[in-house]
């Protein structure tokens, strides 16, 4: 019997993702998508060491709430898991994809992190974004052209980021390390001052929230994330890491889907946590889709964004969709309504009693 699963480990407001998929529950095979705040880190080693192995290592991009957990994990003397591929785009890749881009045409709060991270991949042995020959993970690499295999019989389509979105962030990776010593606030602390006086809303208009006009995120690390398809034993995921959503249609475009041949997902892991302006109404309508998972603890931001959730709502009303969260909090139990629930067809998944975390099958 084959197995396909997304586990959303806690990661504070990000991203601690593991696929586990084979066709033997007792053999399986794994990829780690980014490693949440050093905390988190901290939390999931005792289970990231016993995997042994993972395929593939991706930290998407330089947000901390991504990466801060591999800053501790590479200062360690014995690294408690092997990587067999590593996805990562550092300084180096983003100026191969400036470039790449030249022959052909003429907030960010880690990018210290990201330098260390950098020599910690440095001092390994496993193959760094060894599938591309250019050694930049981008849309712009002609191995994107094509699913990249992974062992166990996964196969992964890349997505995000393009070789403008890398180069874009070049100028403010630069200008964060430069300035890095001279901060007189740390930001981290300001959003999340500005974050504790954000409150829930009560009632919920699921059409005025899904009508609000649509506004996409413009920050340079999220338009470098690295998204991806994976797809096993005929099932697909689409790992939305924080990406702009305008990239990631236009990559599901160029697969040769559209609105009227959409895209079939057996699951969508919701780009920036549910942020309001990562999950366009464009998109949705690209996706065959009635799964969609959130990854965050609300903290700092308060996401996911009650526009994101009601826009996935209004899409596609006859078939019952789930809502699936990782962290019981304000941002997310309010969809835990069943008048809400019974008027929109819809249901949630929550961590069990007890446990933290949540594992799905895909």
């Not at 480990?9 to 780690?32: C, F, I, R, T, Y």
């Not at 409150?199 to 470098?224: H, M, Q, R, Y």
């Not at 009303?317 to 008027?343: V, Y």
Request: with cysteine.
């Amino acid at each position: 019997m084959s197995v396909f699963k997304l586990a959303m480990h806690p990661a504070s407001e990000g991203d601690a993702l593991v696929l586990k998929w084979g066709e033997e529950p007792s053999k399986l095979n794994h990829a780690l998508i980014d490693l949440g705040r050093k905390a988190d880190y901290e939390a999931l080693r005792p289970y990231l060491s016993t995997i042994g192995t993972f395929e593939l290592f991706c930290l998407s991009h330089i947000d901390a709430d991504h990466i801060e957990g591999a800053v501790p994990l590479f200062k360690e003397a014995g690294l408690p898991f092997e990587a067999r591929n590593v996805w990562f785009n550092a300084r180096a890749q983003l100026l191969a994809a400036k470039e790449r881009r030249a022959v052909s045409q003429t907030e960010i709060l880690s990018a210290a992190q990201a330098e260390k991270i950098t020599a910690g991949i440095l001092k390994t042995d496993w193959p760094w974004n060894m599938q591309f020959e250019s050694g930049v993970v981008s849309t712009g690499s002609p191995e994107a052209g094509d699913p990249l295999p992974l062992a166990g019989g996964m196969k992964l389509t890349l997505l995000s980021p393009s070789d403008k979105k890398l180069e874009e962030l070049l100028p403010t990776w630069d200008a964060e390390l430069a300035k890095a010593h001279l901060r007189t606030a740390d930001p981290d602390l300001v959003k999340e001052k500005l974050a504790a006086g954000r409150e829930v809303l009560g009632a919920t208009n699921i059409t005025a929230l899904a009508s609000e006009n649509f506004s996409c995120d413009a920050t340079k690390p999220n338009g470098a994330s690295i998204v991806f398809l994976a797809e096993f034993d005929k099932k697909r995921i689409l790992m939305g890491a924080d990406s702009h959503p305008d990239i990631v249609e236009a990559s599901i475009r160029a697969l040769g889907y559209s609105t009227t041949k959409k895209l079939p997902l057996a699951c969508l892991k919701v780009s920036h946590h549910g942020s309001k302006k990562n999950t366009s109404p464009e998109l949705l309508e690209l996706i065959d889709c009635t799964r969609f998972a959130f990854s965050t603890d609300g903290t700092r931001h308060g996401h996911p964004d009650p526009q994101t959730v009601a826009r996935i709502l209004m899409q596609d009303r006859a078939r019952k969709k789930t809502l699936i969260f990782n962290f019981h909090q304000p941002s997310t139990d309010r969809w835990d309504d069943k008048n809400l629930k019974a008027e929109w067809n819809y249901d949630c998944v929550f961590p069990d009693d007890g446990k933290t975390g949540v594992e799905i099958d895909i």
